[in-house]
């Protein structure tokens, strides 16, 4: 299973940036997928999740700026990420739900 993350990058507080996860090795579709992120200092925290079926959920700290999809026909993962702020700064992994199948992850920096 290869999970291939990408998209971040340095931006400004108050931009965006959109991140993909592209999977390999695995039924995409038949799973559970989700973001997380580790700033610095700080443990790896779940940020959005999304099922086989559509259904998703996000962490209070980020519900109404980043939104989570997937395309399974492309098997590639999504979060699109709008009014950042500096604490969103963190490496941003993707992961299949209740699996050790993790991504090596892309830095999100966002700047003050």
């Known amino acids: 299973v290869q999970l291939q993350a990408s998209g971040g990058g340095l931006v400004q507080a108050g931009g965006s940036l959109r991140l993909s996860c592209k999977a390999s090795?695995?039924?995409?579709?038949?799973?559970?997928m989700g973001w997380a992120r580790q700033a610095p200092g700080k443990q790896r925290e779940l940020v959005a999740t999304?099922?086989?079926?559509?259904?998703?959920s996000y962490a209070d700290s980020v519900k109404g700026r980043f939104t989570i999809s997937r395309d399974n026909t492309r098997r590639t993962l999504y979060l699109q990420m709008n009014s950042l702020t500096p604490e969103d700064t963190a490496v941003y992994y993707c992961?299949?739900?209740?699996?050790?199948?993790w991504g090596r992850g892309t830095l999100v920096t966002v700047s003050s």
């Open positions: 090795g695995i039924n995409f579709r038949l799973y559970e």
């Open positions: 999304i099922t086989s079926s559509g259904n998703i």
């Open positions: 992961n299949v739900r209740s699996t050790t199948y």
